[in-house]
């Protein structure tokens, strides 16, 4: 399977952390990586710079739009919890979460409003 773009992992990336507990994004990677079935080899790939691998950088993407949306936060660095505004947007089955989504909450579009979208390498 091929990976996938980082706005294609909202929901799963909110389905792994569902519990209400802390996850380290390393734990995050692993569950996202048997979701998606990743081979090692596609774990591995990097990003044309070569300094970073493709998957995680998708995960870290992933994350920090979710984490702008307000649907997870982190406690410290690395660790991530499903906020009760992730809780009920998985409980609503609501389809799809996709970007266009996160728009519905004020704080992701301020931070739009502030950002620069990821290139290329990065989705």
Not at 10 to 16: D, G, H, Q
Request: aromatic share 8%; charged share 25%; glycine share 4%.
């Amino acid at each position: 399977m091929a990976i996938p773009k980082f706005d294609d992992m909202y929901r799963e990336l909110l389905e792994v952390i569902s519990d209400g507990e802390p996850h380290k994004i390393s734990d995050i990677r692993d569950a996202l990586a048997t979701v998606f079935h990743l081979s090692a080899e596609e774990r591995k790939e990097l990003l044309p710079s070569g300094k970073q691998s493709l998957f995680n950088n998708r995960v870290n993407w992933t994350a920090s739009y979710l984490k702008q949306a307000g649907l997870i936060e982190n406690s410290s660095r690395g660790i991530y919890r499903i906020t009760e505004s992730g809780k009920q947007v998985l409980s609503s089955n609501m389809s799809p979460i996709d970007t266009k989504f996160l728009l519905g909450f004020d704080s992701f579009k301020d931070f739009l409003s502030l950002s620069v979208p990821p290139t290329s390498e990065t989705s």
